[in-house]
């Protein structure tokens, strides 16, 4: 198992926590953003802090990777590229979806073994960054920015539930209008739940080039969508 500092912030929500052999032992979360600029260093700092003070040797910076908030990607990478410099760490990158999948698997006995998962961050209007994920966290369609309608995951859920969740779910559930759609509501990305993603990429070796590493922004579906989104 490893010691990990891990940093979120992908959307409104800044955090950070440290955690060891696969438990969370350090949390802290500002729910009032965006304000990672003012908030994360102070997290940060506190965070280092408490590892040093526990004879705790940091191994890695998890930091989520996207999709999310331009600017608040650059400030969360940023601030791992300078631990992991300034430490001399790895450097992991945790996906924001996957992430939002943590607690709703931890923490909802009630899903379904067949259910599908679809974490969304939320685009404006009826559009999201969406992913649909089985149990086991494997892929069923790749991450994409889509406009919400009737037909947009009619595929799937007319062959077994699915649930949506994230800050961009609620307001797609009306014209999703399908009766095997399940929304989970309060389900956002934060640090404290990074450890099981992070922990596994440890283990396989899956760690980032610090000098070069960028996350997912938003903005690298300018392509698909007409309208700039950052």
């Given amino acids: 198992m490893s010691c990990i500092l891990h940093i979120e912030t992908s959307t409104g929500v800044c955090s950070a926590a440290v955690s060891q052999d696969g438990l969370c032992l350090f949390s802290r979360e500002d729910h009032s953003g965006p304000n990672h600029a003012e908030r994360l260093g102070t997290f940060v700092d506190e965070a280092l802090a408490f590892a040093d003070g526990?004879?705790?040797?940091?191994?890695?910076?998890?930091?989520?990777?996207?999709?999310?908030?331009?600017?608040?990607?650059?400030?969360?990478?940023?601030?791992?590229?300078?631990?992991?410099?300034?430490?001399?760490?790895?450097?992991?990158?945790?996906?924001?979806?996957?992430?939002?999948?943590?607690?709703?698997?931890?923490?909802?006995?009630?899903?379904?073994?067949?259910?599908?998962?679809?974490?969304?961050?939320?685009?404006?209007?009826?559009?999201?960054?969406?992913?649909?994920?089985?149990?086991?966290?494997?892929?069923v369609r790749e991450v994409g920015a889509d406009?919400?309608?009737?037909?947009?995951?009619?595929?799937?859920?007319?062959?077994?539930?699915?649930?949506?969740?994230?800050?961009?779910?609620?307001?797609?559930?009306?014209?999703?209008?399908?009766?095997?759609a399940r929304l989970i509501e309060g389900v956002e990305p934060l640090a404290r739940w990074m450890f099981p993603l992070a922990e596994k990429r440890m283990a396989a070796g899956q760690t980032e080039d610090v000098a070069y590493f960028v996350p997912f922004y938003l903005k690298d579906f300018v392509a698909k969508t007409p309208r700039k989104l950052v």
């Fill in 147 to 180: 406009v919400v309608g009737p037909d947009t995951y009619r595929e799937w859920l007319d062959a077994r539930p699915v649930y949506f969740f994230g800050n961009g779910a609620a307001k797609c559930m009306e014209a999703i209008g399908h009766p095997n």
């Fill in 54 to 139: 526990q004879a705790m040797p940091l191994d890695a910076v998890a930091v989520s990777c996207g999709p999310g908030s331009y600017t608040g990607l650059r400030i969360g990478v940023s601030m791992a590229k300078g631990v992991c410099y300034g430490r001399g760490l790895r450097l992991l990158a945790v996906p924001t979806l996957e992430l939002l999948c943590v607690p709703v698997l931890l923490g909802h006995d009630e899903i379904e073994d067949d259910a599908l998962l679809c974490p969304m961050i939320d685009a404006r209007r009826m559009e999201v960054y969406a992913g649909l994920y089985d149990r086991a966290l494997r892929p």
